[in-house]
T-cell receptor, first 113, second 114 residues
């Protein structure tokens, strides 16, 4: 019973490097999202998708790209990593009906030097 | 400007007693509220939710209360157990016409002492 799987669990990057954080869910959920968690700020929405081929920006989208070519996968791309992007990143999914809780992956801890 | 606020960064409670975690929101466009629990090195896990058409929802030891006029949400845990020690996040979902997004509070660290 995999649920939402995020890879890698940890990553260290140098400023300016690019990277893709992977997220996959096996629950056939239509809605997927990416959050970042920073101390004292809770979880902030980066990007989300209501279905394959459809993405939209959240609260803090700058510096990140997403795409949704399949229902299962929702990768998050850092185009040119900056120290301000050091954070823990969580991917989540839920069924299409909006009043359903989101299921979260275990996160990717990313450090930008 | 935080739309969902958890003003208590931490709470310490004796085992067997009640834990009350509070959450305030500023936006009237929220219509669905959730509580998540998070252990270190894990993702948040869903605990309990409430729709804006209700004022109370109960699930075992967990009860969520919603006071729409005060824009206030609370989570009651009775009785508290050491395994309840975690970070608790309050979250609110914007109505579909306002973006269909989930907004989180900063979290409250609950410590249940045995």
């Amino acid at each position: 019973n995999a649920g939402v799987t995020q890879t890698p669990k940890f990553q260290v990057l140098k400023t300016g490097q690019s990277m893709t954080l992977q997220c996959a869910q096996d629950m056939n959920h239509e809605y997927m999202s990416w959050y970042r968690q920073d101390p004292g700020m809770g979880l902030r929405l980066i990007h989300y998708s209501v279905g394959a081929g459809i993405t939209d920006q959240g609260e803090v989208p700058n510096g990140y790209n997403v795409s949704r070519s399949t229902t299962e996968d929702f990768p998050l791309r850092l185009l040119s990593a900056a120290p301000s992007q050091t954070s823990v990143y969580f991917c989540a999914s839920r069924p299409g009906h909006r009043n359903q809780p989101q299921h979260f992956g275990d996160g990717t801890r990313l450090s930008i030097l | 400007d935080q739309q969902v606020k958890q003003n208590s960064p931490s709470l310490s409670v004796q085992e067997g007693r009640i834990s009350i975690l509070n959450c305030d929101y500023t936006n009237s466009m929220f219509d669905y509220f959730l509580w998540y629990k998070k252990y270190p090195a894990e993702g948040p896990t869903f605990l309990i939710s409430i729709s804006s058409i209700k004022d109370k929802n109960e699930d075992g030891r967990f009860t969520v209360f919603l006071n729409k006029s005060a824009k206030h949400l609370s989570l009651h845990i009775v009785p508290s157990q050491p395994g309840d020690s975690a970070v608790y996040f309050c979250a609110a979902n914007l109505r579909r016409e306002y973006g269909n997004k989930l907004v989180f509070g900063a979290g409250t660290i609950l410590r249940v002492k045995s």
